[in-house]
């Protein structure tokens, strides 16, 4: 069993930045992808950045180029920094995490709980 705990959302103003983390405890043998969606009530929930097990991000269109993604391996942890924060940036941000309790077991996808971004004009 897996658990995620994020932090570092806020309310911050447009220009400001912000950086999200997402610490992964439990079984886990390996990880095979590491992610941050975004989700507002009656939205889709929508990929903003990951990593799978290749070391190359994926963005999307509008956090290509302000946000970043990276990883501590070894604290199990995934971050997003967010740059020249946006208010259309406002949502809850969910972090995603994809592991195997052993080796060549089956993977299981965890969510993070959300924590909220808030972009001011």
């Known amino acids: 069993q897996v658990q995620l705990v994020e932090s570092g959302g806020g309310l911050v103003q447009a220009g400001g930045s912000l950086r999200l983390s997402c610490v992964a405890s439990g079984t886990i043998f390996s990880i095979s992808k590491m992610a941050w969606y975004r989700q507002a009530l009656g939205n889709e929930r929508e990929l903003v950045a990951m990593?799978?097990?290749?070391?190359?991000?994926v963005y999307s269109d509008s956090a290509k180029g302000r946000f970043t993604i990276s990883r501590d391996n070894a604290k199990n942890t995934v971050y997003l920094q967010m740059n020249s924060l946006k208010p259309e940036d406002t949502d809850t941000y969910y972090c995603?995490?994809?592991?195997?309790?052993?080796?060549?077991?089956?993977?299981?996808?965890?969510w993070g709980p959300g924590t909220q971004v808030t972009v001011s004009s």
């Open positions: 995603n995490v994809v592991v195997s309790e052993f080796a060549r077991g089956p993977l299981y996808s965890y």
């Open positions: 990593f799978t097990t290749s070391d190359t991000p």
